[in-house]
């Protein structure tokens, strides 16, 4: 699953990967980046953030949870299959 939007400088860009662990379970792997270019405020802001997030969510029966907010080591894996 994929989003990518746009506004006025900024852009959020969201991707998720299901994969099957070898137990069975499945997890899935987020990446989120936020994005705001300065420069089109019209101010002389030329300052550009850029904020990257991951998570990793298991989906075992009968508990979903978040197993990590910090998840880039398996965004690594997947990022060249967007």
Known sequence: MAELWGDAGDK???ASWLYKN??????CVLWQQSTHDG?????DDTTKKV???YYL???KKPV???IS????AQFLKFKDKK
């Open 22 to 27: 070898p137990d069975k379970t499945i997890n």
């Open 12 to 14: 959020f860009e969201e």
């Open 57 to 59: 969510f298991g989906f």
């Open 64 to 66: 979903h949870d978040t």
């Open 51 to 53: 904020s990257d997030k």
């Open 39 to 43: 420069k089109l405020d019209g101010d």
């Open 69 to 72: 907010n910090n998840a880039k």
